[in-house]
Every structure is written in structure tokens, then in C-alpha cells.
């Protein structure tokens, strides 16, 4: 994990927002927009998986919980109970960080750590995903359609700039989130239990309470990446939302950009989208997309086991050598 990072420059944060806003006016076309919402999306839920993760050394295979979770909350409370999308939102995180806090306080009670606490997680996804399967109010294996009623007071914008801002918004957020852990004392006693639990207990740090906190957290973001999908695709069943796949691309983007760093997730997801966009372009081959990025894992576990942040530290030093 990268420990001894230090916290990014603001005004690296401005050029990289500054960026991020220009995207959709210097690509205006349909295909690169949703490429940017895909991307942002991406890193807006590795993010989710990266402050537990990363950031803590939680590591998980069952995020999709938290993102499964939101996803049906929100869908729920628009369809069966007639409450604005938007609503649904902050229903969202508060569902995801239930969902978590639960699993925290479960697991961690029990004294579970390490891979039984990633095999627990993945188990309480699955649970969830049976659950879903099974009951009527989430319309059982055939999911939920949501209706399409254009416009920005539904959720349902006329074009796709408006989901690139909202989910620029999000990420944005995730960001300053990352950021605050890397210079907040919260974020130092998560590193204190990240590099060993054992001595953060001696240091008098309350390694029950933290994790407990920063699994509410994660999420809380991950329960808000779920409404985002429910409405940016108007569809959801159990087997999209409570899939591994969701759970396995949010850990591959934290880890391939840089777990424990604060753009890592972005890297790995612009990473990601190119990868599977590309490969959707050039072949119909299914899953080459996910065989190319496992690949591209374990050389980079391999050769930058940091992740790819880890080469702009490597540039930036031969340049103050020089200097």
C-alpha cells in the first residue's frame, strides 16, 4: 500500500477538475461522454472499495453489497412507494452504510480479519443477491424496470452531459473525501491499523471503532454508485447488482492505479473504460476485456506493486534530482 505518500497539491486537484469539466465540450459526442460517465462512474465506486481497502487495509470481495443495497433502495422507493429518484440518493447511502455497518460490526466483533473478512463480505453479497432473487417487493429475478420520464426533477436528463456532471459531482466528492483522510487523524490511525493492528491497539487507537467508521463510510458511497447505475440504465435485477463482477471491478481499479492513494481509483477506471471500450470496438469476443485487465493486474503486482501512481513518483524524482 502506498504509506508515505504525501497529500496532493490543490493545485493538482484544480488542473484535474479543470480537465474533467472541459471533457464534454472538447468531446461533444454521444460515445465519448458516456465514455467519461463509464470512467467517472468506475472510479466513484473503486473509490468505495479503496477507503476501506486501501486506505485501512479492509480488504473485501463482496463491496457489491453496499452497491446491490443502493441500488434496490433507491428503485424501491421510486416504484413502489412513489418517492422522487432524488430522494433515492441519499436513501442510497444511508442503506449502503447500514449494510456496512452491520457486516463491521459482525465481522469485526468476531475478531475477523484479513481473507475470512473478504470471504464474509463476499457471503453477505451473495446472501443479499439470493434475497433479492426471492422476495416480491424487489420484483424477484426478473428486477425492475424503472419508467423513462425525461427530465432533470426525475433523474432523467435529456442529454447524457447531465449524468457526466452529476457522476463528475459524486466522483469530485470521493476525491475530497480521499484527500481528507490523507491529512486527517481519522486517516492516520486507519494507516496506523492498515500497517498493524496490534501496535495501533498500543498506540491507544480504538481499532474497533475505526473500522466500524470507515466501512460506514465505504459504504455509503458504494449505496450511492448503486442508485447512480439503477438510474443511468433504468434496469436492475439481482444478478447485475449483486454480481462479483461489480465487487472484482472495484477492487481492480483501486489496486491497478494505486490503493491507499486518492486518484488511483480514476487511474485504473479511465484504464478500465479504454480497455473495455477498445476491446468492445475491435472484437465481439466475450470477456477478452476482463482476461486484458487481469493481465494487465499481475504485471503491474509484478512490476509497480503500488500501482500506476506509483510511476508519476517515480518521473518526479530524477526531476528534483536534476534540480
Not at 42 to 60: E, K, R, T, V
Not at 194 to 210: W, Y
Not at 218 to 242: E, H, N, R, T
Amino acid at each position: 500500500m502506498n504509506s508515505t505518500l504525501k497529500p496532493v497539491p490543490w493545485k493538482l486537484h484544480l488542473a484535474v477538475l479543470a480537465v474533467a469539466i472541459a471533457f464534454p465540450f472538447v468531446f461533444p459526442s454521444n460515445f465519448m461522454v458516456n465514455f467519461g460517465v463509464l470512467a467517472l462512474f468506475y472510479a466513484f465506486i473503486g473509490q468505495s472499495w479503496n477507503i476501506a481497502g486501501g486506505f485501512a487495509g479492509q480488504l473485501s470481495f463482496g463491496h457489491v453489497a453496499f452497491f446491490g443495497v443502493g441500488a434496490y433502495a433507491s428503485t424501491i422507493l421510486q416504484i413502489r412507494f412513489g418517492f422522487s429518484p432524488w430522494v433515492g440518493l441519499p436513501a442510497a447511502a444511508i442503506a449502503g452504510a447500514l449494510v456496512g455497518g452491520i457486516i463491521a460490526v459482525l465481522s469485526f466483533r468476531a475478531g475477523l480479519k484479513g481473507s475470512y473478512f473478504a470471504l464474509i463480505t463476499l457471503a453477505f453479497a451473495e446472501v443479499l443477491r439470493i434475497i433479492a432473487n426471492s422476495v416480491d417487493i424487489t420484483g424477484g429475478g426478473l428486477g425492475m424496470l424503472i419508467p423513462m420520464k425525461p427530465g432533470a426533477a426525475n433523474f432523467q436528463f435529456a442529454e447524457r452531459t447531465g449524468f457526466y456532471f452529476l457522476i463528475l459531482a459524486l466522483a469530485a466528492g470521493s476525491v475530497a473525501l480521499a484527500e481528507w483522510l490523507r491529512r486527517s487523524r481519522f486517516g492516520a490511525q486507519l494507516a496506523a491499523i492498515r500497517e498493524n493492528e496490534d501496535s495501533a491497539k498500543a498506540l491507544g487507537i480504538n481499532v474497533f471503532n475505526e473500522k466500524v467508521k470507515v466501512m460506514l463510510l465505504s459504504g455509503a458511497i458504494g449505496g450511492m454508485g448503486g442508485c447512480f447505475f439503477a438510474q443511468y440504465f433504468l434496469y436492475i435485477d439481482p444478478l447485475i447488482v449483486f454480481g462479483t463482477d461489480k465487487s472484482v471491478e472495484m477492487l481492480l481499479v483501486s489496486m491497478i492505479g494505486g490503493a491507499g492513494t486518492v486518484y488511483g481509483p480514476l487511474v485504473g477506471a479511465v484504464l478500465l473504460a479504454l480497455v473495455s471500450d477498445g476491446t468492445r470496438a475491435l472484437t465481439q469476443i466475450q470477456g477478452l476485456s476482463l482476461a486484458l485487465y487481469g493481465a494487465l493486474l499481475v504485471v503491474i503486482i509484478a512490476y509497480l506493486p503500488n500501482g500506476l501512481i506509483d510511476l508519476f513518483g517515480r518521473w518526479r524524482k530524477p526531476a528534483r534530482g536534476k534540480r
